[in-house]
């Protein structure tokens, strides 16, 4: 027998019509999601990483469950490029559920600040795009994404190598001492070693020193390096050679010319 043309129409504006009720329906249920973000923390990996660490709690208190939710952060710098890129996954989250989750991502500051020393001497921004995916009622994605910027403090802020102190030793060597100082910024301890080399005009190596070096974050660095030189092998002119070797990241040398 066959079906009128009439009930086909019917039952296909029922059709579209639950359909785009429901759509509505779970779509105007979004607004019920509920996300809190706590405090981001800090720390270093095993492997001399830094690792961020941002605490969420999402609630669905909406009508619908929600299948695939993905919170992905990608961190840029001032070029464009990825830093750091991390992604945490929620297979389903039920009317009424709520879950706690630590959103991580971790990144190489050795190679950020190698790629530019701006880092290494500047507070700056970085830009951060957050991106949120899921599938509302568990058929009907969903992808939102917003910009923001983040703060990233210089660990070697307002660097400073004072002039040359020298004072004789004895007839034979001389000590050069310079006072280093800086300002750190960061969010992550500075420890390691800070060495200067001497060389005279001729290029050879004449004296070298070294002292330990700790600030802690948001803390000022104030010391003196110092080096011995033979009498002999100094020359009119030459120049001085810093480093600085941390858990974390190096620098130099640094060329400070003399004479």
Known sequence: MDIPIKMIDLATAICWAFLI?????????????????????????????????????????????????????????????????????????????????????????????????????????????????MKLGEVIPVHASYNLSIPWGAPLHDFKLGEPQYSVLNYTHMQIAFRLSFDNHAFFDVAGEAQIRMYNSTGQPIGSGQTEVKASQQSQYKNYIALQAAVSSITQTGRFEIEFQTSLFSLGPLVIPYG
């Not at 990483?49 to 993905?70: H, M």
């Open 21 to 133: 009720m429901f759509f509505v329906s779970a779509v105007y249920s979004i607004k019920d999601l509920k996300l809190d973000f706590g405090n981001l923390q800090t720390g270093i990996t095993p492997d001399g990483k830094i690792i961020f660490s941002l605490p969420v709690e999402i609630a669905n208190n909406g009508y619908y469950n929600i299948g695939l939710f993905n919170l992905t952060t990608r961190v840029l710098d001032e070029n464009g490029s990825t830093i750091t890129e991390g992604s945490t996954l929620i297979q389903s989250l039920r009317i009424g559920e709520k879950q706690s989750i630590l959103h991580n991502m971790t990144f190489d500051a050795n190679r950020l600040l190698m790629q530019t020393q701006e880092y290494l001497f500047n507070d700056t921004q970085l830009n951060t795009i957050e991106s949120v995916s």
